[in-house]
């Protein structure tokens, strides 16, 4: 219980604003909101499956033995693998 009058204007403007804040939302609290539709995925464009391919059938020609990328290796197969496509979809 506010003892001091500053903590009994505060407490009573506090639970004042809280009321407005609920009236002027205009919805019960204690109701759950309502749940949000799925997101869509997108879908691939053929280029994107095309290059997709592409890239997984050139992915070890630029990566050393133990998995990694070689020095610029990555940069490297986007382009070959940007080029294969071009070409296939020619």
């Known amino acids: 219980m ?9 407490d009573a403007g506090y639970r004042a604003a809280l009321g ?7 919805r019960d609290f204690d109701t759950p909101a309502p749940a949000s539709k799925a997101k869509k995925t997108r879908k ?6 095309e ?3 592409q890239f997984k059938r ?9 998995g990694g990328w070689r020095k610029g290796g990555y940069k ?3 382009k070959a693998a940007h080029a294969a496509t071009r070409k296939v979809r020619k």
């Open 51 to 53: 290059y997709s391919k």
């Open 58 to 66: 050139l992915e070890s020609k630029y990566k050393t033995k133990s």
């Open 20 to 26: 407005t804040a609920r009236r002027d939302i205009g």
């Open 2 to 10: 506010p003892t001091s009058d500053w903590e009994r204007g505060y």
């Open 44 to 49: 691939p464009s053929a280029y994107n499956r």
């Open 76 to 78: 490297a197969l986007v």
